[in-house]
Every structure is written in structure tokens, then in C-alpha cells.
């Protein structure tokens, strides 16, 4: 094992000579900091009790090449909700307003910006006592002050690797469209185990419902949890940092942590260079695409309200009976959006098997040949239960489709996407047309989905 | 009720107006049976102790069209068991020299014969105390013994009529071919239900594992039947007449049970008239034939195997991905048969999605990623499994199913019908050729099953 350790030991030297920041870019990012907090100090509000900067910066947790500066701006707790937002949005304004300033959502409104293209984020917060939290940003001031007085230059350095390993296998970030691990569960992670090796390891032994806790915690907390990696919150026991990251992204880590000790290689932190024409050419005729124009929102609001319809006219499909083998929607949160469905069979055929009640459960049965009989070709017992054979009136996967849309858009209350699609959409297959490069890169961004498993 | 009550009462009695046995009818039986019974009295051994008549003519319960009448030559008990059977063959090939006698084989070999259109069986068994059985026809004498001292003319009429319902909706006749329910077992039903409407009650409310028993019998016997309906043969409570009965043959008289006693129409005893023209033009094309000459032999023995060959085709057909909606075998039990599966589609998709373990199973997923990673599209976690996507080589059904059988072929001792198969077949969907007369029927055949459930 020693030679592998040496291998991981060489690979995460060669990683932090690219992530860890330089003298250089920390300076300039010391004096754009200092420069913004004055900006939010000049905003005077009583109401406003401290600034202070968090996220990846504060921590020395921050990646050469993926900065964004947080300032949590601390509002008195007396503060009712809506004033709060406003006093928040207030600020924000004020402080970037050389900046193009922006409004963005998580559970609250604050306000993005680019100085000197780093991003900066001014978020509200109550400024409220451990465990008292008002809002969800409340948080974010302990888990700063929290990791600064724990993570040594070593941690540090483990949390970039770690974190650029994430990046790599697409899996880093808590923003709804990634659903994966947030900057600070690395911390958290590192801190734990120690290393990016150890936590690797951790993973590679994943088993279901593991609970991962610095503090013992309550068997009671810890039951009412239910997502498939429970991460304990180490400055609030009864939150559950696992809950924000998809099974996907967990699958992903355990595959790619196993994959990782076993044959180290610098690939795993490389964005794969593969060519995917082959595979598209191999199943685009198996691709049902559906393409609109959106318009602009809150990514996090965006890729929410996309998965969910992404899921919903899938089970759709489901039920109509065509049988989906991956999906996937995409977005460059300005104008397009588009899903994806990789499908086994495109029409269905034109005859229809309905399983029925098992014979001996009668009014079951009477109730099926009433209803199946006057439609079905075929009724007959197999296999001690009812069946019944229909013909399909419509088979195509597109009208399947777009039926469902329709019935969306019709439905008296259209909300989310149904609000864009009834703008105007697309339905067609992958090999019915020349794809524009924004479909193709979605449909390249879902066929990269795990392609590090095959490194 | 009580109309419905008069409606089978008139029923049954147009029934018994066509299906009881005329005078004329039962003196010509009559005097063919004599003639026989001094036929076979005239081979004179002394190994032989006792000759009877049997089945549904000793009995009183055959039916005008559909007779036979068997012989059951009673053979001393300490014959051996190859000496018993060249002595029945010698027997019954002496007593029916003048009709042109043909062996069959049930679970040993008997003579048959046709005088005047009658067929004729004549069968060995041993003469042994009840419960000392040496052959499976030992019990014979015994049922027709039982069933003349307890059905009187009443009860041989309700059996009349059940025997025509089974046999109308195709599920009469203990044969391989049918695996439905025997004269026997229908009169053991009337006997202890006491009419045919009774029966149909008792067969509309079945539940899993029923069992019928004249006596009070052993829990721990019937444990050890496995059988969807358990018939306790009234002279040997350690046989269970159901295990000879197939679930779809349960299954059918369950359901025509109910339908009958609901709406009792005399439909139900009519081969059905209806054209299958528009159901066969719907569903040919997602029919697979395959079609051979066969060797002639003992219908019971080629049904049999055919049965055997069509599970195993239909086994390997869905292994390889394809949906059977229904398949059945046929054959005119001369020179022909044929197999034919209805499926959802006749193409696999070029694309399959392979199920692996769940991540979590470290080793097993582990060797799927090593097994599949070379060969395989696409690999990714889904729902915390590792899943593959595959191109396939093949699609065709044709393709596959010839493959099949010529594995089957190649195998170093073929048997069955895999011998008949070796001289030839053909293989060819529904709608690529002009079906002949035998094909269609056994297409009609098929689709015939569960009629009486739409009448």
C-alpha cells in the first residue's frame, strides 16, 4: 500500500501547485474585502449590529481559480421577516452599486456582484445566539469563526484538494443544480478524518444510513434524518448536512473515492478531454428533446422548478408505458432550457399487456373484465391472474409528450416552467435534426454523467 | 336468484336433451362392450385374474358423441413389472386384432382401437388390495366400483353437464394436452357438491389452496400438495387429483364459473362462431412462428415435450430481453407443429440498460464496473446502483430464437422435439407470409383462450 500512498501524496502536491491561491491573488482579494466591507459600513443602520466575511475566503478554504467573497451582514433579531429582506437587499444595493449589482435567492434574497471578476456576495443575517436561528444564513457567521479556529495551513490544504477532486467529478456544490457536497461539508469532512486520503476512504466504505458526527449525537435526532448520508452540522446537532446532496452525488463520491485508492492518477482532477461524437451517434435516435426559452430567474429557483417538471413528465412517460433510461435537463440560466430523455424504445407497440387482479380476489376480477372488456382484443387467465390485451391509439413518444404538456399549460393554475413551455417549445428526437451547440452540450454534460468510473 | 335458479334448470335440461346417451346409442355400447370383454376373455393366462369395464361408460356418465369405453385387464400382483407390460400389449393387441390396434402410453403402455367409431382402451393394471397401488392404473377398478355404487341418475346427468362445460371451454380431459379436469375428477365434484350449479358455486368462490375432500383428511398430507387446487381422490386420500389440473385450467373454470352464474346463457356450452379475422390482423405482426414436421408419437409424450421446448424457448426469448405476452404450442399429432409467442416488439432496442448491485455492495459492484466497463456505453450510478448502458449485437427475434435452437441442436444429446427440430423448421413473424391452415388454426387456437370471459 505504501507505493499508492506515496502515489496520492505526489498527486495532492501537484493539485495544490495549481489550487492553492498565491501571495498575489490573496492580495488582491485582502484589498477588494477591505474595499467592499467600508461600502457596507458607510450603509449606517442601527439595525445592522456587525459585518463580517465568511465563506471559503475567511476560512482559507478558497481554490486559485473559484473565489467568491461572503459577507454576512448581521441584523438586529428584533427585526420583523420582510423589513429584515429589505434592510438586506438595502445594503447589498448600496455596497456593490458601482458593481452591477444583482438579486439572488436561497431561503432569502441578497445581492450578488463581480469586483474585478470575483464574485461577491452580501447576504443578510440575524445576528441571534447558538441554536436560535431565524434564518437559514444564521448559521454561516459560527461555521466561519468555527472553521478558522480549526483548520491549520495542513486542513486547509486537504479541504482545496478535496474540494478540486469534487469539482473534477462534477459533484461540488450545494446550488440546486449540482446538489452536491457544499464547501463547508468538505471542511467538515476534512476536519473529521483528517485528510483528503481519509476521507476518500471513509467513502469508499459507504454503507446505507451512515452518520458521520463529531459530537455524539442523540440516537432520537439522529432517526428522524432520512436521506441516504447523515453529515451532522458540528455547530448545530439537529441539522443534517447531508440532506442537500443528491443520491447521485453520493453514488458519484463512493465510486469515485474506490476508484481513486485503488489506481491514484492525477486524471481523477482533470475535466475528461474524450471525445463523446461515438456514443451520441450510438443513441441519439433514442433521445427525446424538449426545448424552450425560459425566462431569467434565480438559478437555484430555476434548475428547482426544471428538475421538477424533468421528473414529473417522466413519471408521466413512465406510466404511459415507455421506459426512460436517463435524463437530464440543462439550462445556461439565461435564456434555454432543454430535457433530455434517453428512452429504450421511442414508440411503444401497438399492443398492450394490463396485468389484473389475481383471480381468486373475485370482485377485483369482476370489476377488471367490466371495465377491460369491452376494449381489450384478448382476456384471459395467466398464471392464476386476470389479463388483458388493448391496442394503442397513440404510440409515439412525442405525442405522449406533448399531450402531457398541453394538459400542464391547460391546468387552471400553470406555475414554473409550465409558465415558459406555454411560451412556445420543441419536441423532437436526436437524430430528427442537426443539434445547436446548446443541446449538444447538454446532451454531452448527461452522456459525462460517471464517465470518470471508466478512467 | 330464483330466476336465475329457472334459467340453468332450462339450461341443463336442453343440455341433457343433446349430451345423454339415446337408448339405440347405449345398446350399440352395449353389445360392442360384450364383445370386446369375450374377446379379451378368450386370450387365455392365467396370470390374468379379472376383466372390467371402466371409465364413463361403466360409469353412466359418458356423453352421447364423445365416447369410449376401457378395459382394465387385471393382472396378478407378483408379475414383473416388464413381464405386466408385454402381457397388457399382448392382450389388448389380441382382443382388437380386427380394428387396426395402436399402442399409447400413459404412465404404461396400453392398446387402443376404434370399432364402429367407438374408441376402445384397453389397459393393465394390477390386482391389488386398495393402497397397495403398483401401477397408476391400479385405482382404476376402484373408482369405477365407487362412482357405480354412489351416482344415481340424477348425478350421472349433473356430470353429463359439467362435462360439456369443461369441454366448451376447453378444459375437459385430463390429456397432457388439455391438463384440464378428467371425467373422474368432475364426478367426484358432483358427488360431493351434489349438482353441476353447486359445483360452479363452490368453484366461482375459489381461494388459493383450496381443498375439496369427501372425508376429513390429514393436515399433514395435505401440506405436501402443491397444487393451486387440492382434489382428495375419495378412494386414496394420499392422491391429489389437482396436481394433473394447470392453474390456467383452474383459472378458466373459476372465472366461467362466475360469469355462467351470473348471467347463465346457453352461449357458454357452444364452441364459439365469432370470426378472429380483425384480432389476428392486429396482433400478426407481433407473432413469432416457428414451425416443424415431427415425428409421430403417443400424443401425451409430444405434448409433453412440446410444452417442455415452448418454456424453455419463451425462458431463454425473455433472458434475452424480449416481452412473450402469450405463446402456446400446437400440433395435429401426425406430422406437424408448430410454436408461437406473441411479443411486445420482434426488435430489441439497440441500446440496454444493465441493473447492477447497489453501490453500498463494494466487491459486487466492484466486478460489475471490471465486467462492464470495457464493453459498456455508458456506466453511472442511479438510485445508489451502478447501471450500464450496452449496445447490442442483435435485435432481431428471428435471430435469437434461431440461435436458441440451434444451441439446443448442437448440444451433445438432444431429445424431444429438439430431434424433431434437427431435421428442420422454419422461423418467420406473423405478417411476412401467407398463413396456411394449420398455422391459423393454431393461431386461432391461441386466441380462442379466455373467449367465454368476453361473450
Chains 1, 2 share one sequence.
Not at 92 to 113: C, T
Request: some cysteine; hydrophobic content about 35%; proline content about 3%.
Amino acid at each position: 500500500m505504501n507505493r499508492i500512498d506515496d502515489t496520492i501524496d505526489n498527486i495532492t502536491l501537484k493539485i495544490l501547485d495549481s489550487s492553492c491561491p498565491s501571495k498575489s491573488k490573496e492580495n488582491k482579494l485582502d484589498k477588494i474585502s477591505i474595499k467592499i466591507k467600508n461600502e457596507i459600513n458607510n450603509y449606517k443602520d442601527k439595525r445592522i449590529l456587525e459585518v463580517i466575511v465568511g465563506g471559503s475566503f475567511a476560512k482559507g478554504t478558497w481554490l486559485e481559480n473559484d473565489t467568491d467573497i461572503d459577507f454576512f451582514v448581521m441584523i438586529e433579531s428584533t427585526v420583523e421577516r420582510k423589513e429584515f429582506e429589505e434592510l438586506g437587499k438595502s445594503v447589498g444595493f448600496y455596497a456593490l452599486k458601482k458593481y452591477k449589482p444583482y438579486l439572488r435567492y436561497s431561503e432569502h434574497p441578497y445581492v450578488e456582484g463581480q469586483v474585478n471578476r470575483i464574485r461577491i456576495n452580501i447576504v443578510p443575517c440575524y445576528k441571534v445566539e447558538k441554536n436560535r436561528w431565524k434564518s437559514a444564513a444564521d448559521r454561516s457567521p459560527f461555521h466561519t469563526i468555527f472553521m478558522q479556529s480549526k483548520l491549520d495551513d495542513f486542513l486547509k490544504n486537504q479541504v482545496r484538494v478535496l474540494k478540486k477532486f469534487l469539482k473534477s467529478i462534477g459533484i461540488y456544490g450545494s446550488q440546486i443544480s449540482v446538489s452536491g457536497f457544499s464547501g463547508y461539508v468538505t471542511e467538515v469532512l476534512v476536519l473529521k478524518y483528517g485528510s483528503f486520503r481519509n476521507v476518500l476512504q471513509i467513502f469508499a466504505d459507504y454503507k446505507p444510513k451512515y452518520v458521520i458526527s463529531s459530537a455524539s449525537v442523540n440516537p432520537k435526532t439522529i432517526e428522524k434524518f432520512d436521506s441516504p448520508i447523515i453529515i451532522i452540522d458540528p455547530i448545530d446537532s439537529n441539522r443534517n448536512l447531508g440532506a442537500a446532496i443528491s443520491s447521485e452525488c453520493l453514488a458519484k463520491f463512493v465510486l469515485a473515492s474506490r476508484l481513486f485508492l485503488k489506481h491514484p492518477s492525477i486524471e481523477f482532477f482533470k475535466k475528461s478531454s474524450k471525445s463523446t461524437k461515438d456514443i451520441v451517434c450510438s443513441i441519439k435516435s433514442n433521445l427525446l428533446i424538449i426545448e424552450f426559452k425560459i425566462q431569467k430567474r434565480s438559478p437555484d429557483i430555476l434548475w428547482g422548478q426544471l428538475k421538477r417538471k424533468l421528473i414529473s413528465i417522466s413519471k408521466q412517460l413512465q406510466n404511459s408505458g415507455f421506459k426512460i433510461i436517463k435524463k437530464n435537463c440543462f439550462t445556461d440560466e439565461q435564456e434555454r432550457a432543454v430535457f433530455i430523455f434517453m428512452i429504450e424504445f421511442t414508440n411503444l407497440s401497438k399492443i398492450n399487456l394490463k396485468l389484473g387482479p389475481e383471480i381468486f380476489r373475485k370482485s377485483e376480477t369482476n370489476s377488471f373484465i367490466k371495465k377491460r372488456g369491452k376494449t381489450s382484443l384478448l382476456i384471459w387467465p395467466d398464471n392464476m391472474r386476470i389479463v388483458s390485451l388493448e391496442e394503442r391509439k397513440e404510440t409515439a413518444i412525442k405525442a405522449h409528450v406533448t399531450q402531457i404538456i398541453e394538459k400542464d399549460i391547460e391546468s387552471s393554475n400553470p406555475t414554473g416552467v409550465t409558465l415558459d413551455l406555454r411560451d412556445g417549445y420543441s419536441v423532437y428526437l436526436g437524430n430528427e435534426r442537426k443539434l445547436d451547440m446548446f443541446v449538444s452540450s447538454a446532451i454531452d454534460f448527461m452522456i459525462r454523467d460517471g464517465e470518470f468510473i471508466k478512467l
